[in-house]
């Protein structure tokens, strides 16, 4: 069994802390989502682990030992960070094969890889002339090229289109099947309320969540029922003293938890109170963060200034100051997706 467990992390450049005392164990089986918003300090972490960064602080150990100790690094953890990343003049046969061979891993694999990832059609084939989404599944391939119980990938589905996105969902989940420990990044909330069984939250560098999906989305919204009336404020005190917890919605609704839609429909007929709108919420992932990180001054109170936060938050590292103060409230598919 190959854990990842991250103990105290921290990476400061120069008078900027990237990520902050953040700790975390990826465990075998399950895919974990590693949710933040752009500047969050995901690739940081995920350099970190494979020893491409080195910590200010603390330490990283995959299956009880540091990177540097693995005898044969990609037997043990297979890490995507950037599917750019290849020689353009090289086939995809020759990367890999040259991949293979500098590690000292049996040439068969290259074909085994191609053929999992669905490139042998074109394992003859410049990589420069990739498309994206082929680059990627390239990067994937050579992942998997030394069939590594850990498996690390970051923005994996970022820029690819639905199949694409589907096809990297569904591998994630079957090497999670598989039993290996399988870490990937997102952006995207919905992106990892789909893929994922377990989720770790960073932002500003900081740890703000680690928990199983299904309690995350339990604790944080799931089970609440929208209702809509002309007379909100009568009917609140009624379902308050129905034993409901109510707060305010958006316009003027009433999000409530702790009576089903059945008891909150008899209650309004039983009252007279006519009913618009009567609809039993499944959480999404982005409203359980929102519901999650609404006490939290930090990182909810930062608003949006000088327009600076309306970018696609593809910048280099010398925008980090207005990327880092980018606000939660701005995490959503739409306005970031590429
Ligand atoms: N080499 C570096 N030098 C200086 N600052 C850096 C460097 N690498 C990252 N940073 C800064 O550290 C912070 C965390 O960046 P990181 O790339 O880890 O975030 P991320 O969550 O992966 O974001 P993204 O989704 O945009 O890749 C950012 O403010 C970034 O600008």
């Not at 990177?67 to 046969?93: K, M, Q």
Request: with cysteine; charged share 20%; glycine share 14%.
């Amino acid at each position: 069994m190959t854990t990842i467990e991250v103990n105290g992390l921290t990476k400061r450049y120069g008078p900027d802390t990237a990520v902050d005392d953040v700790s975390f164990i990826v465990e075998p089986g399950q895919v974990t989502g590693f949710l933040g918003p752009n500047g969050a300090g995901k690739s940081t972490t995920m350099k970190m682990i494979v020893g491409l960064a080195m910590p200010t602080r603390g330490s990283v150990t995959i299956g009880g030992r540091r990177y540097r100790d693995l005898p044969v690094p990609l037997t043990t953890v297979g890490a995507l960070l950037d599917a750019g990343a290849v020689h353009g003049g090289r086939t995809a046969r020759d990367h890999l094969l040259a991949l293979a061979v500098s590690n000292g891993l049996p040439r068969r694999r290259v074909d085994e890889v191609l053929a999992r990832t669905g490139l042998d059609g074109v394992a003859g084939k410049r990589a420069g002339g990739f498309s994206l989404g082929m680059r990627q599944r390239l990067g994937i391939a050579a992942t998997l090229l030394g069939d590594p119980q850990t498996l690390i990938f970051d923005e994996p589905v970022n820029g690819l289109d639905p199949e694409g996105i589907r096809w990297i969902r569904d591998l994630m989940r079957t090497l999670a099947r598989e039993g290996r420990s399988v870490l990937v990044s997102s952006h995207l909330m919905s992106e990892m309320a789909q893929s994922a069984d377990h989720l770790v939250v960073i932002g500003r560098g900081r740890l703000i969540a680690d928990t199983g999906m299904s309690e995350f989305l339990r604790a944080n919204g799931e089970g609440t029922v929208l209702v809509r009336t002309r007379e909100p404020d009568a009917f609140a005190l009624r379902l308050t003293a129905a034993g409901a917890t109510v707060r305010e919605g958006l316009e003027s609704s009433l999000v409530v938890s702790g009576l089903s839609s059945d008891d909150i429909g008899a209650l309004a007929a039983f009252h007279g109170v006519a009913l618009s709108e009567l609809a039993p919420q499944r959480a999404s992932l982005e409203d359980a963060f929102m519901e999650l990180t609404r006490d939290s001054i930090e990182y909810q109170g930062v608003a949006a200034q000088g327009g600076s936060c309306g970018t696609d938050g593809d910048a280099g590292p010398e925008a980090s100051p207005s990327r880092r103060s980018r606000p939660l409230a701005e995490w959503s598919e739409g306005g970031n997706a590429a």
